[in-house]
């Protein structure tokens, strides 16, 4: 309870991985309910975030956690889908995770979106682990349900425990080539140089003790000092997602990051047009260890602390932007907060051009992404947005001089059905892909095809 957080935040952990490495099911397991079982073709869809009291780690930890060692509250999980640019969580610029755990099939080792989150995590400086998950796949494996990995491991016969030695030591081979000194976790001293391998088991729950307690440990020993806040201050936060809400209309899904917000609170959000001034009418949590985008019933509270996620239901938030800040103007000029907000909201580069390509993302961080990865391929933007491909998207391509810039080029949004047809019609192209690298691919085929 808060009395005992004394002032000291919940850090935010990011889940990343490649695809289907195993993110959702160790947060599954973690959680101990069935999201994965939930989830469309056990594709994350969404960005959620989970809450874990320090004494759930604690009991799940066993042997290996002393609760009395610790004074961080617990942990706030961000699970995020794999194909899912992660640049798009911020905090003031910076990364909105205070630590991450990297997820890693050790069958499959580094793929593209485990390159790409390393790449995130080195330039956003962002302290992290490796969980080498499915170690219950190494053929001979004998499963010991939610046992510490190094006990588990010991019960296993020579030649399985060689053959997960093996697989172990190509990802610290991989993560050395991309310029980290890495080791089994049981060997590493120094977690601010080193970056600890754990071995897991998402299925088994294998491994899962000693995950909960490297990430405590790491952040009680490195993140003490940022945890610190004024618990009481007003709140600052990042919107995962804009929802429909049944009952309450557009909602935003965010991470409070910073302070408080309260039912009734003034607050500014990033907008499509700009920052939006409105009120809380109501805050909407999931029960204790549920998923924020999951679970479907929601406990209305009249305050949330800092980190923690949160939906928030107020008037105007239509154009509210996933990726943008949240801000609780409290006793402050609300001038002053927009002011704030349009500041953050111009740190996201993404720059355009009089004549160019339409561009719609899932996020602020995606889009700019996108257009910078546009920009070095010298390919001209016109208009960029947050949001699913809409038809007028498709009017505002049609407008463009030049064929080859009647495009839509989507990265991780679904296209409306409107914005097909019309497209169709109106001779626009739309690309939608959820990896950058692609979308350009196919439009630069397009364009080459226009050309020759
Ligand atoms: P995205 O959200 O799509 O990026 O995938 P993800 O990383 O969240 O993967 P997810 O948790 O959905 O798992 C993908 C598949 O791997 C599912 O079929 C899981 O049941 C399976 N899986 C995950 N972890 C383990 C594990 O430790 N052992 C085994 N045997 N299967 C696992
Ligand atoms: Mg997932």
Same mark, same amino acid.
């Given at each position: 309870d808060d009395a005992d957080a004394g002032g000291l935040r919940t850090p935010i952990v990011a889940v990343l991985g490649h695809v289907d490495h195993g993110k959702t099911s160790l947060l599954d397991k973690i959680r101990g309910s069935a999201v994965t079982a939930g989830e469309s073709g056990a594709i994350t869809q969404h960005i959620g975030s989970t809450a874990v009291p320090l004494d759930v780690i604690s009991s799940m930890a066993g042997d290996l956690v002393d609760p009395t060692d610790f004074d961080l509250p617990g942990l706030l999980f961000i699970d995020t889908p794999g #194909? #899912?640019?992660?640049?798009?969580l911020r905090s003031r610029g910076g990364a909105l995770a205070d630590i991450a755990i990297l997820v890693v099939d050790v069958n499959d080792g580094f793929q593209p979106q485990t390159m790409e989150a390393i790449d995130i995590l080195k330039r956003t400086q962002t302290p992290f682990i490796v969980a /080498?998950?499915?170690? &219950?796949? %190494?053929?001979g494996w004998n499963p010991n349900e939610g046992e510490p990995v190094r006990v588990s491991k010991e019960k296993q016969s020579d030649r399985v425990q060689g053959d997960l030695d093996e697989k172990l030591y190509e990802i610290i081979g991989q993560l050395s080539d991309n310029g980290f000194s890495a080791d089994m976790y049981w060997r590493v001293q120094d977690f601010q140089n080193n970056i600890g391998v754990v071995p897991v088991s /998402? !299925?088994? @729950? !294998? @491994?899962v003790p000693d995950l909960l307690t490297v990430m405590m440990g790491l952040s009680q020993r490195y993140l003490k000092e940022e945890m610190s806040? &004024? %618990? @009481?201050g007003p709140g600052v936060g990042t919107v995962l997602e804009v929802t429909d809400a049944r009952g309450f209309g557009t909602t935003v899904d965010a991470v409070v990051y910073d302070g408080t917000i309260s039912e009734d609170d003034e607050i500014v959000v990033g907008g499509l047009d700009g920052p939006i001034v409105t009120e809380v009418r109501a805050l909407l949590k999931p029960q204790p260890l549920a998923e924020i985008r999951t679970e479907k019933q929601f406990e209305r509270v009249e305050s949330v602390a800092a980190a923690d996620g949160v939906k928030i239901a107020a008037p105007d938030l239509d154009d509210a932007m996933a990726g943008a800040p949240v801000r609780v103007v409290r006793d402050r000029d609300v001038d002053e907060v927009i002011l704030e907000v349009e500041e953050e909201l111009a740190g996201f580069e993404v720059s355009t051009a009089e004549e160019g390509v339409v561009i719609k993302a899932d996020t602020l961080g995606s889009l700019e992404a996108l257009s910078g990865t546009l920009e070095e391929h010298e390919i001209p933007v016109m208009r960029a947005e947050v949001g699913d491909v809409a038809p007028r998207d498709v009017r505002v391509a049609e407008t463009a001089g030049e064929p080859i810039n009647r495009a839509v080029l989507a990265f991780g949004v679904d296209t409306l059905d409107d914005a097909e047809r019309l497209a169709d019609q109106e001779d626009v192209e739309i690309f939608a892909d959820d990896v950058i690298y692609q979308l350009i691919e196919h439009y630069e085929d397009h364009v080459e095809a226009i050309e020759t």
């Open positions: #194909h #899912h640019s992660f640049s798009t /080498a998950n499915k170690i &219950d796949t %190494v053929p /998402a !299925e088994t @729950g !294998e @491994g806040i &004024d %618990v @009481g």
